[in-house]
T-cell receptor, first 116, second 113 residues
């Protein structure tokens, strides 16, 4: 596609519900990243995919968070039993190759998640 | 512990002056370092990349330096304009891990007309 697309752009959910956030990376980009950004804060790394596998899940804050990527393309970040502290903007990025190739990351607009 | 630090205070400068933003890192071994611009409500946008064996990189009014001894990168915007007002983030790819991009907290720049 023309750019990284994320959906929904905004999501309000009740505490305790599960949510799914979707990311469509740029076609042909093998590396995909999820970050979380709280208000006025920097980007907190969550997970990195190379193809369909996730060599680095070190940033997932708890076992309520999971992500998958299928067909080397679309990725879904799932948050189970949401808590208020999960409220943030979730950003997805993709790049041509993640390892040992110095390529830029292209970001989507983000999904603003609000847990009430 | 591993850290990437940028000036958390907002930087206000007068139009036409040079803005200089700092990125310091601790306990990383970056293969390269990148700078991004982020506007409110938007995702970051790539600006410049500098490799570990490069001292300086330029692109139009932008200049980045990278000192692996000091573990520091400086980002300069010359002849700054109000349209340059944004948050600027540094990011490094740590060869010690999976080369994922790790971001600093960002510095908010405001250029005053």
């Amino acid at each position: 596609g023309a750019g990284v697309s994320q959906s929904p752009s905004n999501k309000v959910t009740e505490k305790g519900k599960d949510v799914e956030l979707r990311c469509d990376p740029i076609s042909g980009h093998t590396a995909l990243y999820w970050y979380r950004q709280s208000l006025g804060q920097g980007l907190e790394f969550l997970i990195y995919f190379q193809g369909n596998s996730a060599p680095d899940k070190s940033g997932l804050p708890s076992d309520r968070f999971s992500a998958e990527r299928t067909g080397g393309s679309v990725s879904t970040l799932t948050i189970q039993r949401t808590q208020q502290e999960d409220s943030a903007v979730y950003l997805c990025a993709s790049s041509l190759v993640g390892r040992e190739v110095n390529t830029e990351a292209f970001f989507g607009q983000g999904t603003r998640l609000t847990v009430v | 512990s591993q850290k990437i630090e940028q000036n958390s205070e907002a930087l206000n400068i007068q139009e036409g002056k040079t803005a200089t933003l700092t990125c310091n890192y601790t306990n990383y071994s970056p293969a390269y370092l990148q700078w991004y611009r982020q506007d409110p409500g938007r995702g970051p946008v790539f600006l410049l990349l500098i490799r570990e064996n490069e001292k300086e990189k330029r692109k139009e009014r932008l200049k980045v330096t990278f000192d692996t001894t000091l573990k520091q990168s400086l980002f300069h915007i010359t002849a700054s304009q109000p349209a340059d007002s944004a948050t600027y983030l540094c990011a490094l790819a740590d060869r010690g891990g999976t080369y994922k991009y790790i971001f600093g907290t960002g510095t908010r720049l405001k250029v005053l007309a």
